[in-house]
């Protein structure tokens, strides 16, 4: 049974052609055909049952209200810059900052050991391209990564950071694979003092076999090193594997146990499925392709149950949060307003050696419930019914607590009330410091692409023409021509 009909790539030409999205027994599917290169029929989803209760968390957005680049008789992604069609405004901004790596990786979705040119803005460049995601209306961009290539071959990194920072942005990381915070002991204090928030560090597994063969090398020695020298500075990690099918996807669990056994400095982790920017030939892609239902499933099974495949939920899932905190502070918020079916999260908590999903002790959707109807009452009342609406809420809101079920040492009533009351970083951040994100975000190729998904992409880079290009979009499509045309040297 086809389920929607949408937009999607020719993964041979790139030109934009339709697709299906269809039931095949239990698994979701994409087919397509491009006039030039035939048939493609890839998975999309490989669980009918999730993708289903994913699409109730369904919440577009109205993109921004002063766009880059403005829509033309081609269809999308044909003209990314960010355009009126695109419907999310920025979440996370990233800037690759250089296409040098001192790693050649199999699985880099940037390719960028391969390049035979020297992509890398300048700082003054770079100015810019912060400043035009800050520029963004209604929203400014609040978050930025910085990218590559590795990020920490630049010299100027720390100062970049520090860049950041003066620009407005409350939350900077850099994407790296550690080696030079291995290297190197001072650079994790400098960043630190510059103001880096979180280092999200490439992190393959427990073993050394994941690295020899998606790296080349055995780098867990270095991963671990770098978080030592992270740790002494106090400098927050965010542990980002790259899952691929026979080589770690076998190794979700130990992740998350080292993780959890790192808690003090290890704030989250953030798996990341393959996805193959135009490099696997076609018959190799699924054997490779790992879903998000896929990675759901082997989580409970690799953690003997004690988070489970209905403890995880849609990014975009979160919206009510920010519709309630728009509504009291009556200014635009930043809102997760991602395709349902980009990602999937879930906060666990720690006691003793006892995972327990935030899920397991807080009915979620009756708090999201709660958050939009308060949202509603405090928009269509007055003042005197926003405070009302406020205080109803505050008191409503520990019976959405199973406190028999929740973690002894930690009150989690205040820690959820503090961060409505007081809607600030610091108050989040006291709710992070207790918990660790282990979320799931499978980026697209051009095998599983959807015109609706990139249409409400909330990560989303900065290029140095003015433009600013969804995550999938760029690294499908846009990537090579961009760093050619602003290629600094030719030759390494």
Not at 287 to 313: A, C, H, M
Not at 446 to 472: E, L, S, T
Request: glycine share 6%; aromatic share 8%; hydrophobic share 35%.
């Amino acid at each position: 049974m086809v389920l929607k009909k949408i937009k999607s790539l020719c993964p041979e030409c790139l030109q934009v052609i339709d697709a299906e999205i269809y039931e095949d027994e239990d698994n979701v599917e994409i087919r397509k055909e491009c006039k030039n290169h035939g048939k493609f029929e890839n998975t999309y989803w490989s669980s009918n049952e999730l993708y289903k209760e994913a699409s109730q968390y369904d919440h577009k957005g109205n993109g921004i209200e002063n766009p880059q680049t403005y829509s033309n008789k081609e269809e999308c992604p044909s003209n990314c810059g960010l355009c009126r069609e695109h419907e999310s405004h920025t979440i996370l901004g990233l800037i690759d900052v250089t296409n040098r790596c001192n790693l050649k990786c199999s699985v880099c979705f940037a390719n960028a050991a391969t390049a035979k040119y020297i992509y890398e803005p300048s700082y003054e460049e770079i100015r810019k391209m912060l400043r035009t995601l800050r520029a963004n209306e209604p929203v400014p961009a609040p978050a930025i990564q910085y990218a590559g290539g590795e990020p920490t071959v630049r010299k100027d990194i720390v100062e970049l950071v520090k860049l950041a920072k003066g620009e407005g942005f409350t939350h900077t990381q850099i994407a790296t694979n550690g080696i030079k915070l291995a290297k190197n002991p001072e650079l994790a204090e400098e960043l630190k003092e510059a103001g880096l928030n979180t280092v999200y560090l490439q992190f393959d597994g427990v073993t050394e076999e994941p690295y020899i063969k998606a790296r080349g090398r055995n780098l867990l020695p270095t991963k671990l090193e770098a978080i030592e020298n992270c740790r002494k500075v106090e400098l927050g990690i965010v542990l980002v594997p790259t899952l691929v099918k026979g080589v770690n996807d076998g190794q979700i669990g130990d992740i998350i146990k080292f993780a959890i056994d790192n808690i003090d400095i290890i704030r989250g982790i953030n798996f990341q499925p393959v996805s193959f920017a135009g490099r696997t030939p076609s018959d190799e892609v699924e054997g490779q392709r790992v879903t998000i239902p896929y990675f759901e499933n082997l989580v409970e099974e690799q953690t003997e149950s004690q988070i489970k495949v209905e403890d995880f939920y849609p990014a975009s899932s979160v919206i009510p949060i920010s519709e309630f905190i728009e509504a009291i502070e009556g200014e635009k918020q930043v809102t997760f307003t991602c395709h349902p079916h980009c990602g999937a999260a879930t906060y666990v908590f720690v006691e003793d050696d006892e995972i327990i999903p935030v899920t397991q002790f807080i009915d979620v959707d009756r708090l999201f419930n709660l958050l939009s109807k308060s949202a509603e009452d405090i928009k269509e009342g007055n003042i005197t019914g926003k405070a009302k609406t406020i205080a109803r809420a505050t008191v409503e809101l520990p019976r959405v607590i199973d406190r028999s079920k929740a973690p002894k040492s930690i009150d989690v009533k205040n820690i959820l009330t503090s961060v409505f009351k007081e809607r600030s970083y610091a108050a989040l951040g006291e709710f992070h410091n207790k918990s660790m994100l282990i979320a799931c975000m499978h980026f697209m190729d051009p095998w599983n692409f959807d015109q609706d998904r990139v249409k409400r992409c909330v990560i989303h880079y900065a290029v140095p023409d003015g433009r600013i290009i969804p995550f999938c979009s760029m690294n499908t499509i846009y990537r090579e021509e961009i760093e050619k045309k602003f290629a600094i040297s030719s030759g390494k």
